[in-house]
């Protein structure tokens, strides 16, 4: 029986998770074109394995918490990933879910620039805070 090397001895056990569920998500992508019975049930299986993964086994143990304030969408809606609400404010998440919302807001705003331009007007957001304000009062 052949010995383990000893760098695999000292592996970090979520550096180990990570490879591990990225082997099964290959695996599964490997299998997307066969539609034998066997692979059928061999993806379903994977499925309900990488279903169950953590999050150091999905995102790495790399990934930190990080405080993020979030705005308002410009169009009222609540930031979603998945099925967790990200309403405005401060929030306490991983860094990938906070890359995700950052892309997603500026989608958003990029979006409503866009919309305001074909409209022919252009505000900046000085401009529309102080519409705001002058709204409010």
Same mark, same amino acid.
């Given at each position: 029986?052949?010995?383990?090397? !000893? /760098? ?6 979520a550096?180990a998770?990570r &490879?591990?569920?990225?082997? +099964?998500?290959?695996? =599964? ?7 034998t ?7 379903s299986?994977?499925?309900a ?22 705005? !308002? /969408? ?8 998945n099925?967790? &609400?990200?309403?405005?404010? +401060?929030?306490?998440? =991983?860094?990938?879910?906070?890359r ?13 620039a866009?919309?305001?331009?074909e ?14 304000i002058r709204?409010?009062?």
């Open positions: 029986m052949p010995k383990p090397d !000893a /760098a695999a001895e000292t592996r970090d056990p550096v998770a &490879e591990t569920f990225l082997a +099964l998500e290959d695996d =599964y992508l490997d299998l997307q074109g066969d539609d019975d066997g692979a059928a049930s061999m993806r299986r994977l499925r394995k990488l279903r169950r993964a953590t999050h150091v086994e999905t995102c790495g143990p790399d990934c930190i918490l990080v405080e993020m304030e979030i705005p !308002a /969408a410009v169009d009222g809606t609540i930031f979603k990933i099925n967790r &609400e990200y309403q405005p404010g +401060l929030h306490q998440l =991983y860094a990938c879910e906070a995700q919302l950052a892309y997603m807001i500026d989608k958003n705003r990029r979006n409503d866009a919309r305001m331009r409209r022919g007007r252009n505000f900046n957001a000085g401009e529309i805070r102080a519409r705001a709204s409010e009062t």
